[in-house]
């Protein structure tokens, strides 16, 4: 049999992790500004005013939005993925 050779490179990306009231496991969700998201829910979770909070990802979920009373908790997470390169 034949080897096929890959091609590509392996890359990081920051996910945050929304974690939500009776939902057993977290909202997966990617942006651009990983950073500055999760530093906005970090303090949106210390605010005692309720807030429908929307997002606009990019990756597999395209909008999402809850209340902000319904946060439990945020988390940054760094991945690393397998990107081909276009050779064509």
Do not use: H, W
């Not at 490179?9 to 939500?20: D, G, Y």
């Not at 309720?50 to 997470?77: D, T, Y």
Request: a negative charge; hydrophobic letters at 40%.
């Amino acid at each position: 049999m034949a080897q096929q050779e890959i091609q590509g490179t392996i890359k990081t990306r920051m996910a945050v992790l929304v974690f939500c009231a009776d939902v057993n496991s977290p909202l997966v969700l990617y942006f651009d500004n990983a950073q500055k998201v999760y530093e906005d829910l970090k303090a949106l979770i210390n605010s005692t005013e309720v807030k429908m909070v929307e997002f606009e990802p990019v990756g597999p979920i395209k909008k999402a939005s809850l209340l902000s009373n319904k946060i439990v908790g945020v988390a940054l997470q760094e991945e690393r993925y397998f990107s081909q390169e276009d050779n064509g």
